[in-house]
C-alpha cells in the first residue's frame, strides 16, 4: 500500500542551526502538507503546497520555516535557526486533491520526525 | 476561532467493552470530519464524514455524524489491546486546505 515517508525519523540539533525534514509523499498526490505536534499538544497546520507554491501557511510558519519540492518526489521543510520551542513531531501529510472535496481526498500522514533542540 | 474538542480525553476498558468517542466542532463552513488512530507516530486514516446520519463502517470500527448537533461518535465494539491508541478527530472548514486537530482520546485496553 503507497505510503508517505519520512527522513530522518529523529533528529537532534543544537539551538541557532538549520534543519532539513524530508518527505517523500504518495506519488499520484498532488497537494502536501507539514502537521507539527508539541508533546502533549494537538497536532498543529503549519503549511499546505500545491502546484509547487505555498497554498496556505499558518501564522506558526514564519520566516524561519521554508519548503520546497527540489525535484519530482521529494518535499522538504527547512528551519533556518532553530528554538528550543521548535523541538516537536513534524508530519508530513498528501492528498490526491484538495481535502473535503469528497470520497478519496482524505490526507495520509507519514511517521514523522521528532525534531529535539537542545 | 474554529474549534474541534474530543471527549472523554482519556478512557480506560477491557477487552470486549463497547467504546464510544465524542467529537464536536464549531467552525464556520463545515465541508467534512476525519477520525485518525495515533498508535506511535503516524495518525493513520479511518473515515471521513461529510453527512449527517450516513453510518461509516470498517469492521469493528464505526462512525457517524450530526451536522445539526455539530458532533460525530467513534465507535469501537468488542475492543481488543491492538485498538489501544489515541484517536484523533479533525475537521475541514472554510476556504481553507488545513486540518483542524482535537486533542485527542486516548483509550487504553486491557486484557
Known amino acids: 500500500e503507497p505510503e508517505v515517508t519520512q527522513t530522518p525519523s529523529h533528529q537532534v540539533t543544537q539551538m541557532g542551526q538549520e534543519v532539513i525534514l524530508r518527505c517523500v509523499p504518495i506519488?499520484?498526490?498532488?497537494?502536501f502538507y507539514w502537521y507539527r505536534q508539541i508533546l502533549g499538544q494537538k497536532v498543529e497546520f503549519l503549511v499546505s503546497f500545491y502546484n509547487n507554491e505555498i497554498s496556505e501557511k499558518s501564522e506558526i510558519f514564519d520566516d524561519q520555516f521554508s519548503v520546497e519540492r527540489p525535484d519530482g518526489s521529494n518535499f522538504t521543510l527547512k528551519i533556518r535557526s532553530t528554538k528550543l520551542e521548535d523541538s516537536a513531531m513534524y508530519f508530513c501529510?498528501?492528498?490526491?486533491?484538495?481535502?473535503?472535496?469528497?470520497?478519496?481526498?482524505?490526507?495520509?500522514f507519514g511517521q514523522g520526525t521528532r525534531l529535539t533542540v537542545v | 476561532e474554529d474549534k474541534v474538542v474530543q471527549s472523554p480525553l482519556s478512557l480506560v476498558v477491557h477487552e470486549g467493552d463497547t467504546v464510544t468517542l465524542n467529537c464536536s466542532y464549531e467552525v464556520t463552513n463545515f465541508r467534512s470530519l476525519l477520525w485518525y488512530k495515533q498508535e506511535k507516530k503516524a495518525p493513520t486514516f479511518l473515515f471521513m464524514l461529510t453527512s449527517s446520519g450516513i453510518e461509516k463502517k470498517s469492521g469493528r470500527l464505526s462512525s457517524i455524524l450530526d451536522k445539526k448537533e455539530l458532533f460525530s461518535i467513534l465507535n469501537i465494539t468488542a475492543t481488543q489491546t491492538g485498538d489501544s491508541a489515541v484517536y484523533l478527530c479533525?475537521?475541514?472548514?472554510?476556504?481553507?486546505?488545513?486540518?483542524?486537530f482535537g486533542t485527542g482520546t486516548r483509550l487504553q485496553v486491557f486484557p
Open positions: 501529510a498528501s492528498s490526491y486533491v484538495r481535502p473535503g472535496t469528497g470520497v478519496g481526498t482524505e490526507a495520509f
Open positions: 506519488s499520484n498526490h498532488l497537494y
Open positions: 479533525a475537521v475541514e472548514a472554510g476556504d481553507t486546505d488545513k486540518l483542524i
